[in-house]
């Protein structure tokens, strides 16, 4: 018989705790703290060259997979798929960069995984934002944040991978900002 034990779940619910559990508490990041004391680097990444301005947000053609709906046009589906794709990419090269585990927060659980399946489907969820989702590199000693409106924040512990992982985001024709 299966039992329900509310301690193991609240761990289990905590990317905090998963990680300390895995001897990698130096890798979690307090987003509440301002500034986290523990980052060396961070950037964000995003398919636009800088910060919106709220009038620009509101006159682009899309600054999200929701903007996208039955009467778009081929012209803006296929220019939603090539940023997608952008993005799958660069994300692609950091599992494969990182070549360990890969912690998914995904508001739901936390996924701890070497299964590129599952963490590309979470990765694509995540730019649906269906939901958002944090993911841990764990030999990267990366947090990344895949965030709102096509702009995703990425917090480095140290700083050994920042120049690769630059070079991948401007290959894909995303931005530093």
């Given at each position: 018989?299966?039992?329900?034990?509310f301690n193991n779940e609240k761990i289990l619910d905590s990317l905090k705790?998963?990680?300390?559990?895995?001897?990698?508490?130096?890798?979690?990041?307090?987003?509440?703290?301002?500034?986290?004391?523990?980052?060396?680097?961070?950037?964000?990444?995003?398919?636009?060259?800088?910060?919106?301005?709220?009038?620009?947000?509101?006159?682009?053609?899309?600054?999200?997979?929701?903007?996208?709906?039955?009467s778009s046009s081929d012209n803006l589906i296929a220019e939603m798929n090539?940023?997608?794709?952008?993005?799958?990419?660069?994300?692609?090269?950091?599992?494969?960069?990182?070549?360990?585990?890969?912690?998914?927060?995904?508001?739901?659980?936390?996924?701890?995984?070497?299964?590129?399946?599952?963490?590309?489907?979470?990765?694509?969820?995540?730019?649906?934002?269906?939901?958002?989702?944090?993911?841990?590199?764990?030999?990267?000693?990366?947090?990344?944040?895949?965030?709102?409106?096509?702009?995703?924040?990425?917090?480095?512990?140290?700083?050994?991978?920042?120049?690769?992982?630059?070079?991948?985001?401007?290959?894909?024709?995303?931005?530093?900002?």
């Amino acid at each position: 018989m299966i039992y329900f034990d509310f301690n193991n779940e609240k761990i289990l619910d905590s990317l905090k705790a998963t990680l300390t559990r895995d001897n990698l508490g130096d890798l979690y990041i307090d987003l509440q703290k301002t500034p986290p004391k523990n980052i060396k680097t961070y950037f964000s990444i995003s398919y636009f060259d800088h910060i919106l301005s709220e009038e620009e947000y509101i006159n682009e053609n899309f600054v999200c997979y929701s903007n996208i709906t039955k009467s778009s046009s081929d012209n803006l589906i296929a220019e939603m798929n090539k940023v997608m794709n952008n993005f799958l990419r660069l994300y692609d090269f950091l599992f494969d960069l990182n070549d360990d585990f890969v912690y998914i927060d995904n508001n739901s659980s936390i996924i701890k995984t070497k299964n590129k399946d599952l963490y590309v489907r979470n990765v694509i969820n995540g730019l649906k934002e269906r939901p958002l989702c944090t993911l841990v590199f764990s030999n990267l000693k990366l947090m990344v944040e895949i965030g709102y409106d096509l702009t995703h924040h990425f917090y480095f512990v140290e700083n050994t991978h920042f120049e690769k992982i630059k070079e991948m985001v401007l290959l894909n024709k995303l931005f530093i900002i």
